[in-house]
């Protein structure tokens, strides 16, 4: 459950043509993987996707080449019970035999990657589908939680990066173009 009180899911709308499906026809379709009661009780009833009010991170426990020195993490949206671009379904489809194991796609951070539930031991991780050692690798695998729990009680409003932070590094960039 979500536990932070300045966290709001907002719904998000179907894709026009997406059919809201059933756990039961999802988990028959993911080659019996099951959908976690408390995945369930976060998702609207209506198979809708959900998204935050306002930016959601996350501080994994394993930072990926995304979380970078701050070692924190954008979480976009929540998948679905649906079989829209925005659904469990389609994202398992989208992600089978591109990623190390059988893994069920819960969520995204808005670029590509997905945050995915490991059924073997319950840990949430994070697959970066640009890792240098090719998207396939375990390497592109980092765990973001020990639990679905765990995932979902660690999401915090958004920190805005320092502006000092910001101001290290690249001084001035001139480019010539002829």
């Known amino acids: 459950m979500i536990t932070n009180p ?8 179907l894709d026009e043509g997406a059919a809201v499906l059933t756990a039961s026809e999802i988990e ?3 080659h019996g ?8 009780s976060v998702l609207p009833d209506d198979g809708r996707s959900v998204g935050f009010d306002k930016g959601v991170e996350i501080e994994p426990v394993e930072a990926s080449p995304i979380a970078g020195d701050k070692k924190r993490q954008l979480v976009f949206s929540l998948f679905g019970l649906n079989n829209g671009q925005d659904g469990i379904l389609k994202n398992y489809l989208r992600l ?3 990623i190390d194991g059988d893994m069920l796609p819960i969520g995204d951070d808005g670029l590509d990657n997905a945050f995915l539930l490991d059924p073997r031991t319950g840990k949430v991780l ?10 396939g ?8 939680a020990p639990s679905l729990e765990a995932f979902l009680s660690a999401l915090r409003p958004e920190q805005e990066f320092d502006s000092a932070e910001l101001k290290r590094g690249v001084k001035a960039v001139r480019l010539d173009i002829f």
């Open 96 to 98: 089978k035999g591109r």
């Open 6 to 13: 300045e966290i709001h899911i907002v719904p998000r709308d």
């Open 33 to 40: 993987i099951k959908l976690p009661p408390l995945l369930l």
């Open 137 to 144: 690798s375990p390497k592109a695998l980092s765990e973001v």
């Open 28 to 30: 028959a379709r993911a």
């Open 126 to 135: 994070f697959w970066h589908h640009e890792c240098e050692e090719g998207e």
